[in-house]
């Protein structure tokens, strides 16, 4: 493999250079921003749990792979009924992750780093633990606070029936019913997701001053911007109507359903941008928003309003030359009209590592349960990574990948967490397979993760992840861990990478990608098979070793060149 062989390391005045450069054109238009699952990271007490000063430890370690930003999942105070995504209170580290004093520590010492902290933000739901739902449980049906949730009479001759059809996310109906203080049964509550999530009624007024208050409270702590969890479900179809059959999740992302991508929540993000826009050093707000198409994902980041979205459509294309350029044909141009960034993410917490994805037959969606052909999965996992990144606009990272971490697919059922594999015809449930602990040090368990004389940690680490570990790759040019710092190393010295909206497509054989971007060529080789092209000029970076003989290139199956012409 033909590696960049410059230092990765990043002295301060370069790190302030490109801060000034990146402030001039809006830093996340080509932002790298990298996903830490915090109980999966960096565990620092020996609890076999992640937490922030773990993550803060290992703050270098993300600033020497040359990522410009740092997005955290869930830290606050929460029953932990779905990993976090169950909020009890916005304004609070729930003690197994820290405090808040390690909360302000950590983007404190992320800034005198160079990099930018996004968090999360929840506001579809809270946890039934929260003060607001508590209180309208005790305070009955005349409560003032029910209007903060979907409370609703159920159907039937004594109210025995949901309000509605529709049926949680996570399987099974999405209603619960509640027993009313003197003991009888009682209104029923909306759930898009567990039980333990209620969703927020966002037609109350208190729900939306909640809200921008949370968001002034981190604003206020130094962070950077905000992931908005389920960004696309806030608001509701008036009259909550029913939906007409079951089956509902498998019409998730082929059509706007009455509690998905309602036009309503556009007004929500025109209010939090303007509150972004109030706080000095370019605060961002980006979407997890799964709509039925490209076009409406760019609603979400018209100039009022959010400055990114996830592009799930491209997540979930499979590793195919036709496919793929359809998709970033599709994605430059819904986005260009608003002027938004491109964002490009090849796995997350929710979904099957794409080094397990790739490993597989294409068209099995983004949850996975057998390993497949592993060599092959990461073979293709190094190769769209390099696609990613020379993509125009932003990409994500997720914790792990540049390790080339599998999916841990056999976990055993007793040791499983993810709330939706215990749920009756819900999700299949594996998340927990791409949420394992990942491996820094050592040969055995946990690898580094924790210290050496704390326990195992939360999810069990497969015995061959010692080789896959920081140290282990650390220095070996054929590791994934070094194309990765190589790839964000010419990242920042090509000023033809991440910048801009539109690629030219270059002829190629079938199978095959080739596009330039200014002074620099992509090439993609997603077939099984060598293929012959000439070389189109000076090789940067391989995914594979790539022979270039007498002005030609082999391009290796299964991988991805980057030249400079």
Same mark, same amino acid.
């Given at each position: 493999?033909? +590696? ?6 990043? !002295? ?22 990298? +996903? ?113 949730? $979907? ?31 003197? =003991? ?81 929540? $556009? ?12 706080? !000095? ?26 400055? &990114? ?39 997350? $917490? ?42 125009? =606009? ?32 819900? +999700?299949?449930?594996?998340?927990? =397979? ?38 282990? &790759? ?92």
């Amino acid at each position: 493999m033909t +590696q960049n062989l410059a230092d990765t390391s990043r !002295p301060a005045a370069d790190i302030a250079h490109e801060a000034n450069v990146s402030a001039s054109r809006g830093w996340w238009r080509d932002a790298v921003i990298y +996903q830490v699952y915090p109980r999966s990271f960096a565990d620092s007490n020996g609890d076999g749990m992640g937490d922030l000063p773990g993550i803060r430890s290992r703050l270098p370690y993300l600033r020497d792979l040359g990522v410009d930003a740092v997005w955290l999942s869930p830290f606050y105070a929460s029953p932990q009924a779905d990993a976090g995504y169950d909020v009890a209170d916005y304004r609070a580290v729930d003690p197994m992750f820290g405090t808040l004093l390690d909360a302000d520590a950590l983007i404190r010492d992320a800034h005198e780093l160079g990099l930018r902290i996004i968090v999360d933000l929840v506001p579809n739901h809270s946890s039934d633990q929260h003060e607001w739902f508590q209180r309208a449980l005790r305070e009955g049906p005349e409560s003032p606070l029910r209007e903060r949730y $979907h409370f609703r009479a159920g159907k039937g001759e004594n109210g025995e029936l949901p309000p509605n059809d529709w049926e949680s996310i996570f399987g099974g109906p999405a209603w619960t019913r509640t027993e009313n203080p003197d =003991g009888t049964p009682g209104d029923w509550y909306l759930h898009l997701f567990a039980p333990e999530q209620p969703d927020f009624n966002w037609d109350s007024p208190a729900v939306a001053d909640e809200f921008r208050s949370i968001l002034r409270f981190w604003l206020d702590m130094g962070v950077d911007g905000f992931r908005i969890d389920v960004a696309h479900g806030l608001v509701k179809a008036p009259g909550l109507p029913d939906i007409g059959g079951a089956d509902q999740l498998k019409l998730l992302g082929n059509d706007v359903m009455p509690f998905f991508d309602q036009d309503g929540v $556009h007004e929500i993000y025109r209010s939090w941008r303007g509150i972004l826009d109030e706080y !000095p050093g370019q605060r961002i707000g980006v979407a997890e928003a799964w709509t039925p198409t490209v076009q409406r994902t760019a609603n979400y980041v018209r100039p009022d309003e959010l400055h &990114q979205a996830f592009n799930f459509q491209y997540l979930g294309t499979d590793w195919d030359a036709t496919a793929l350029r359809e998709v970033i044909d599709l994605s430059l141009d819904s986005m260009r009209p608003v002027d938004a960034p491109t964002t490009w993410v090849l796995s997350n $917490h929710d979904v099957t590592r794409h080094a397990t994805r790739f490993a597989n037959e294409p068209g099995l969606g983004t949850q996975i349960r057998t390993p497949g052909d592993r060599s092959l999965g990461l073979r293709r996992a190094r190769a769209a990574t390099l696609l990613m990144l020379a993509l125009p =606009g932003s990409a994500y990272v997720y914790q792990g990948e540049e390790l080339g971490l599998p999916d841990v697919t056999d976990l055993p059922d007793e040791v499983r967490q993810d709330p939706s594999f215990f749920r009756q015809a819900g +999700q299949d449930g594996y998340r927990d =397979g791409c949420r394992v602990p990942i491996p820094w040090s050592d040969t055995e368990a946990p690898y580094g993760f924790g210290p050496a004389a704390g326990g195992p940690s939360w999810l069990p680490q497969p015995a061959e992840w010692a080789a896959l570990s920081v140290e282990a &790759q650390t220095g070996d040019p054929t590791s994934t861990l070094e194309l990765y710092r190589s790839a964000l190393a010419v990242r920042r010295s090509q000023p033809d990478l991440g910048a801009g909206t539109d690629v030219e497509w270059l002829e190629a054989p079938e199978g095959t990608l080739a596009f330039r971007r200014g002074s620099f060529v992509c090439t993609v080789n997603t077939t099984g098979e060598p293929v012959r092209i000439a070389a189109p000029g000076r090789l940067l970076l391989g995914s594979t070793e790539l022979v270039v003989d007498g002005g030609e290139t082999v391009l290796a199956p299964d991988s991805t060149g980057w030249w400079a012409v």
